[in-house]
């Protein structure tokens, strides 16, 4: 019964994961596929070929989106920043040099295991909520480093930033607004994990700043 018992729990505990995914799915927002698919059909008058390129990417990015990896604990690191340069693509061209992306990641840790959907919600909301609430508009740095025994991931941006009470109530994951869903999620899959927790660096019309840290574990 006991081992019954236990197998029944791990179950469990991999179908709620399983919701989860299929939960961050969901948070995919609609304003962004009707602000790609307005670029795109705008490029189709003026530049063919470049509407065919973002609709390719478009493609890719929702094909990687509903793959079914997504339904597993971890996919491997070069999955996720296939994600985000899918991302970034579409919003760079609707942008344009309102928003500057660069990205440092450690080639050695393509095949390091992250959770899914870690990285590129919280490049989009350092676009959607950052930057792009900037008029001059703004950089975003997604950096990816081996620090000792883990995986430091970095995202950072120089845009309108928050004050310290919109910090506290984004790390309330019981309080806080829809638009900070996606980034609740994300900390209570991490504070699973490794018991650990996003650290946010934040000041007004400085930017913010979110490192995550993943422990690398011996195969």
Known sequence: ??????????????????????????????????NALGTIM????????????????????????FHEDHK?????????????????????????NRLAVEMDVDERLMSFKVMPLTIQPLVENAIRHGVAKKLSGGRVLLS???R????????????????????????????GESDGVGFANIAKRLAHLNGSRPLIESAPDVGTRI???LPIKDD
Do not use: W
């Not at 197998?7 to 961050?24: C, D, G, N, P």
């Not at 705008?42 to 989106?65: N, W």
């Open 144 to 146: 990816v480093q081996r």
């Open 148 to 175: 000792g025994s883990e995986v430091e991931i970095v995202v950072e941006d120089n845009g309108v930033g928050m004050a310290e009470r919109q910090v506290r109530e984004l790390m309330d994951t019981a309080g």
């Open 72 to 96: 597993e604990e971890s996919v491997l690191l070069y999955k996720e920043i296939e994600l985000v340069r899918a991302y970034v693509d579409i919003e760079k061209e609707r942008f344009g």
């Open 42 to 65: 705008s490029l189709c008058y003026t530049d063919g070929p470049r509407a065919g390129e973002l609709l390719a990417v478009l493609s890719k990015y929702l094909r990687i989106i």
């Open 1 to 34: 019964m006991r081992i019954r018992t236990q197998l029944a729990m791990k179950r469990l505990a991999k179908e709620a994961t399983a919701s989860e995914m299929a939960f961050l799915q969901s948070q995919i927002k609609p304003h962004f596929l009707y």
């Open 211 to 213: 490192t995550v840290r």
